[in-house]
């Protein structure tokens, strides 16, 4: 995905793997899905997610957790408007 050259059939398995309502949808709940990469269109709900599941990978393993985010920022203001590769 990161590369721009999933197949058919990446794009196929990607899509089988949406979390959802329905009744034959994964659920993140579910265990399987317990410490895994989760995928978002926006970075403000992967995030959280992020978050929630280190606040409890800590709590598990009686460790420490720190959070903190960084902030990109364009060197040149005038390039916010250029595509990144």
Same mark, same amino acid.
């Given at each position: 995905? /990161?590369y721009?050259?999933?197949?058919? =059939?990446?794009? =196929?398995?990607?899509?089988? /793997?949406?979390?959802?309502? #329905?009744? +034959?949808?994964?659920? @993140?709940? %579910? $265990? &399987?899905?317990r410490?895994?990469?989760?995928?978002? &269109?926006?970075?403000?709900?992967?995030?959280?997610?992020? %978050? @929630? #599941?280190?606040?409890?990978? &800590? &709590?598990?393993? %009686?460790?420490?957790? +720190? @959070?903190?985010?960084?902030? +990109?920022?364009?060197?040149?203001? =005038?390039?916010?408007? $250029? %595509?990144?590769?």
């Amino acid at each position: 995905m /990161r590369y721009k050259s999933c197949t058919s =059939e990446d794009i =196929e398995f990607l899509s089988s /793997r949406i979390a959802g309502k #329905g009744p +034959d949808d994964p659920k @993140l709940s %579910q $265990k &399987a899905f317990r410490n895994v990469s989760i995928i978002t &269109a926006f970075n403000a709900p992967k995030d959280r997610i992020n %978050q @929630l #599941g280190c606040e409890r990978f &800590a &709590a598990e393993n %009686q460790s420490r957790f +720190d @959070l903190f985010y960084s902030m +990109d920022r364009w060197k040149n203001p =005038e390039e916010s408007g $250029k %595509q990144r590769l």
